[in-house]
DNA sequence: TTCATTATTGCATTCGAAGTCATTATTACG
DNA sequence: CGTAATAATGACTTCGAATGCAATAATGAA
């Protein structure tokens, strides 16, 4: 039924005894054979075991039906179902995806020519840092590019993200509901785009509402971070009033460190807030407070950008900013 | 510096005045130019901003460097780091990951032509669950294929798994400890190869070591049907001695359930076992007594024998088994 | 039935790099 | 210095499908 060798068109060609281009149209939608010949084809290419042969296809019609995705580690911590969202959303349209990992930036120069080389049809960043000189570079390539997650007003390229600033102050005038009299950011890592973004929301409307006594301190997003950071701090301070983490991850870390080390009871000491909506943090045990990200619709609006951008490379770029949920937890006090 | 339209090998030649085959041995490794020529190209291709075409070169080469990673939601659900794991490690082999994600038996036919189609030098099965017949299909057209997190002693495919058998044994001699009366295997669906694994494994040690009062009950691996069937069983029974979860997740979920609907404290009146070593169960909320899973190897193992047969195609098929490590939690009641 | 129109078909070319082979330049050494 | 061995180079072909174009077949209108 079928050789070593890998079948053809011409093989098929000459076994259903049409020309190549015949077969080629067979195996292309919305080209013009004749029923006739369509079947034979198609019956000796299931005969025969025929498949087109994609990376051929790529050559001739220059695209590569392929879509590169970057993954910062640092996105692989906060959102294990963003990757197979966007792998499901993107085969709907009839795209692959080609994964690229980005731990460190010393690589991403190696990152942009292996992309390069791939021909890809563009470019969904996840959470990764990319210097608008880069993004420059993807222009200059005629690489669509969409960033999930950020939000940056002069990009050269579509991004989409949730509404950071409605959000916190959305958790914000939670926590004020206990009228606080200290609060303690936790941000993440200086060098992560959104960590900066959500300090900076925070710290901005906290000023903006008269608190005075702000604190800030990093974290890198992990579990660990989150109860490290609280531990250092209680070194030498009181518990503050209210936490503000810039994700789920590290106000669970908190809330365990909390109760563990330092019998500090959540909400009635101390509130805590975090950001994502992450599964386990809607475990009963914690309950953060949070924003849940509309990651569907995301996702969704990533690849609707990108695939339009793909088709029409003219169209501008646009920034899409979708509303997160307030998930109202068990982890700020009640009065 | 760089036109609109792509720059090939002739263009780069052209201009540094040596032919197409030069340029191209420049770019290919271990072939032999001069000096001279060498860097006169490389300085043009530089200049031009050439890189060469990926998809042309898979074509002549047959090799496309790009290997299926095939994910089923379920995967994605219990090691959220695996993938990127992977795709690392395939990139230290100077290969590229194309993700795939299956969701329903019905797609897999489709998935396999596609999977044809775009010439992968071979395929990764992250807990996806293969036919035997399917497995004979990839074989069929050489098409190297490892199961990750699956032992099947007949397979025509490369498996590699953590050593199920000795983790779970280790588990229920923890639970022994305290002589319960009474056990609850927790198994994951029953369209899980390793959901069945583990619960016919457990069922079998415990009918090995003489206990007698064992129930079975299956969720779906997630947190809440953890949580679903400890609600329902306790419904109708009193709570068990002993439950063995077959992942960290459901685990969770009962530990979630018992204390706070049923206030059953754990491990006093109740002890839970989990598996895989998820990086939540660890929480001090939580603290599951489990097995890790050594992640790392695992992937390093899958990638080796990928590799392997990749650039051996007649080497036979090899099962990996791992030693997993047991994390002695807070989950199992000491004496 | 005849001619115009449209639908099918096949031929030949194309995509861009890699590799074969024959040729030329270089080096080594007697 | 001459010759053999080796290195470097370029012309040409190849991979497999897609497509423009011309040729042919089928259809419809008159």
Redesign the interface.
């Known amino acids: 039924m079928?050789k070593?060798k890998k079948v053809t068109s011409y093989d098929v060609a000459r076994e259903a005894g049409v020309s190549q281009s015949a077969v080629s149209r067979v195996f292309r939608p919305g080209l013009s054979v004749s029923q006739k010949t369509r079947d034979k084809v198609m019956e000796t290419a299931n005969k025969m075991?025929y498949?087109?042969?994609?990376?051929?296809r790529?050559?001739i019609t220059k695209q590569?039906g392929?879509v590169a995705?970057i993954?910062s580690?640092r996105a692989?911590?906060n959102y294990?179902?963003v990757?197979?969202q966007v792998?499901?959303q993107l085969?709907a349209r009839n795209k692959?995806?080609?994964?690229?990992?980005l731990?460190d930036a010393e690589s991403a120069d190696d990152l942009f020519?292996?992309i390069?080389?791939?021909?890809v049809d563009g470019v969904i960043a996840l959470a990764a840092h990319f210097e608008s000189q880069r993004l420059a570079q993807f222009k200059?390539?005629?690489i669509p590019v969409v960033l999930y997650n950020r939000n940056v007003p002069d990009a050269m390229a579509n991004t989409v993200c949730c509404n950071h600033e409605l959000g916190i102050k959305q958790l914000i005038a939670e926590l004020q509901i206990n009228q606080p009299k200290n609060y303690l950011v936790l941000s993440g890592p200086k060098d992560s785009d959104v960590a900066n973004e959500r300090r900076e929301i925070a710290l901005n409307l906290l000023k903006k509402s008269d608190e005075n006594h702000v604190s800030v301190l990093y974290g890198d997003y992990s579990?660990q971070s989150g109860r490290d950071c609280l531990a250092k701090w209680l070194k030498k301070h009181p518990a503050p009033d209210a936490i503000i983490c810039s994700n789920d991850s590290m106000a669970?870390g908190v809330i365990?460190e909390a109760?563990?080390n330092h019998k500090i009871h959540i909400p009635n000491d101390m509130s805590v807030v975090g950001f994502d909506g992450y599964?386990?943090s809607s475990?009963?045990?914690?309950q953060v407070t949070t924003i849940k990200q509309p990651l569907e619709q995301l996702v969704k609006a990533a690849v609707d950008m990108l695939i339009e951008r793909i088709e029409n490379p003219e169209s501008p770029p646009e920034a899409r900013v979708l509303t997160g949920m307030l998930i109202k937890g068990n982890s700020v006090r009640r009065p």
Chains 1, 2 share one sequence.
Do not use: C
């Open positions: 079928n070593d075991g498949r087109p042969n994609a990376i051929a790529m050559l590569s392929m995705v993954v580690s692989n911590i294990p179902e990757l197979s792998s499901k085969a692959r995806v080609l994964l690229f990992t731990d020519e292996q390069r080389t791939f021909q200059q390539h005629n579990y669970v365990d109760r563990e599964a386990s475990w009963s045990s914690y």
